[in-house]
């Protein structure tokens, strides 16, 4: 997993941001998510401001191969 977040020093601040979790690949033939991902984070990890607004209010964890029915 991978967790993209603003650091911060203060622990109340840190509670009280909220979590979204993404993830993509469920199933192995969906490759389309993975373009969607790369886009995301992208985005996130830019030095953008609309980006740095998001990671300044959230926390965003992202899972990026989820193999829920492997055997």
């Known amino acids: 997993m991978l967790t993209i977040t603003s650091p911060t020093t203060k622990t109340a601040e840190q509670q009280t941001k909220k979590?979204?979790?993404?993830?993509?690949?469920?199933?192995?033939?969906?490759t389309n998510a993975s373009w969607?991902?790369?886009?995301?984070?992208?985005?996130?990890?830019?030095d953008?401001?609309?980006?740095?607004?998001?990671?300044?209010?959230?926390?965003?964890?992202?899972v990026i191969l989820f193999l829920a029915s492997s055997r």
């Open 36 to 46: 969607m991902m790369k886009g995301l984070l992208d985005f996130l990890l830019n």
């Open 48 to 62: 953008s401001a609309d980006a740095k607004v998001k990671r300044k209010k959230k926390i965003f964890f992202f």
């Open 19 to 30: 979590g979204v979790v993404l993830t993509a690949r469920v199933h192995p033939g969906e």
